[in-house]
């Protein structure tokens, strides 16, 4: 199995933000994987045509290791 994650501004829209910025709950979909206790794959999608993502990235695959770890500030 594989989970895909993104986060994004704005319900209806596809533009991307760092986890924690948007409207998805992430830290409650993460939350979710372990109470199910997911161990497969996790992906982070981060992309907008006209920004370098490569800050988002690094700070969402912070929160989401933070996350996995219990802390879910």
């Known amino acids: 199995m594989h989970v895909h994650l993104k986060d994004i501004l704005q319900v209806g829209e596809h533009i991307s933000c760092d986890f924690g910025d948007g409207v998805v ?6 939350r979710t994987l372990l109470e199910l206790e997911y161990s497969g794959a ?14 988002e990235i690094v ?7 933070r996350w996995l770890a219990g802390d879910v500030r």
């Open 59 to 65: 700070s969402s695959i912070a929160s989401v290791r």
């Open 25 to 30: 709950p992430m830290h409650q979909c993460v």
């Open 42 to 55: 996790v992906s982070i999608e981060n992309g907008n045509d006209d920004v370098d993502p490569s800050g």
